[in-house]
């Protein structure tokens, strides 16, 4: 069974950073478009960035120039670098991607989610 198991997550201060990553584990064939987004509480889930299997990344504006979304295909794992943390990044960051198994063609699969917060 495929399964995106997140980690990283804690407390920081303003101005600091954390390094989420998310591992993608169970048999299947292929990924494809991986990406992170985000839920803060009473807010809607957000996208935060996407990396596809070449490597083209889209950031949202908010965090363009801070977080850094990487991929590395042969572990089957994607990292988010996030440098200069506001506050306002405080949130549950999930993981998707887009994975193809022996029985499914591409379909997206979620991790867990992990918990970032951001002190003032």
């Known amino acids: 069974q495929v399964q995106l198991v997140e980690s990283g997550g804690g407390l920081v201060h303003n101005g600091g950073s954390l390094t989420l990553s998310c591992a993608v584990s169970?048999?299947?064939?292929?990924?494809?478009?991986m990406g992170w987004y985000r839920q803060a509480p009473g807010k809607q889930r957000e996208l935060v960035a996407t990396?596809?299997?070449?490597?083209?990344?889209e950031y949202t504006d908010s965090v363009e120039g801070r977080f850094t979304i990487s991929r590395d295909s042969a572990r089957n794992t994607m990292y988010l670098q996030m440098n200069s943390l506001k506050p306002e990044d405080t949130a549950v960051y999930f993981c998707?991607?887009?994975?193809?198994?022996?029985?499914?063609?591409?379909?997206?699969?979620w991790g867990q989610g992990t918990q970032v917060t951001v002190s003032s």
């Open positions: 998707t991607a887009k994975i193809r198994t022996a029985s499914t063609w591409y379909e997206d699969y």
């Open positions: 169970g048999s299947h064939f292929s990924v494809k478009t």
């Open positions: 990396i596809t299997t070449d490597d083209n990344t």
